[in-house]
């Protein structure tokens, strides 16, 4: 008799039994209230705590969301991680956890579109749910975009990581910062320097912080645009999902013509934040992964154009 005919004639006891088999046991006692009215609220206690505590809510909350774009696709469906937080007087013992997926529920009903005047009008609503002064939503998520080859004009599909950070004070009203980080090719001017011939390149990782100013009007400027471009038409060349031989000759050859050491990225990026109306700080970050080496090479810089103007 083989293995099957004899698992076949095994008889197993209930799924109750293999239960307790494994170490579940019955219920015991029920002693305590069923209803919420009647249940203990520790979170909402009222003593002296000892500290004030700047922020406590929830992370890592993976949502789906719709975003736009001026760019093709216009409109896509895409994954959000969320941070929801608010602030803690040294009176109160903490926050109720729930009341930030129960907002987040609420605006996923009504189609969350994720835009700086939603998410505005979402950390109004979610103070005012926490019955708190204050609130803070951050969400990060993959931004796709569609890029041609420069001579063949096929089409693929790019993507940078994108970040909203919306902090909401009753008093002082929104404060809102968008990052992101823009994948370029950039091509060693000292390798290009003292070779013969060619010259090494590696692939840059553009990272931009950047403070709106209050009356950033999204309908008119797409910030993700706006900010992938300062990345990538300041590196030695842009990246492609698609690249036929004439596209790649192409390439290539911008890359040679446009060599660009950390150094010069972030400065030049700078220079584009600088000059856009919308940006009222920033901070870039490089970060090359080096082909010859196996560390890699960085550089930063931030600006305050909000400080120059006081000086």
Known sequence: MNQTELNKQKQ???KEERHKLFGSVDPGPRTKPIEKDQMADL???RKDFLFNIDMVGISNVKHPIRISSKLTPEIQTTIGTFTFGSSIAQGSKGTNMSRFTEQLDKYHHEGFAIDIATMKEFTVELAERLKQS???VTVDFPWFFERK???SDLTGMNHADATIDVNYDQELGHDVTVTLTGKITTLC??????SEYSAHNQRGNVTMKVKLADDFNEQETDWKAALLEAAESN???RIHPVLKRPDEKMVTEQAYENPRFVEDIV????ADLYEYDFVESFEVTCRNEESIHLHDAVASLSYDKKAERTE
Do not use: T
């Open 12 to 14: 197993l006891p209930s």
């Open 43 to 45: 979170q909402n206690s």
């Open 134 to 136: 204050d609130a803070s």
């Open 149 to 151: 080859g420069p001579y």
């Open 189 to 194: 001017p000292c390798s290009k320097e003292i």
């Open 235 to 237: 590196a030695s060349a």
């Open 267 to 270: 400065r030049l990026v700078a």
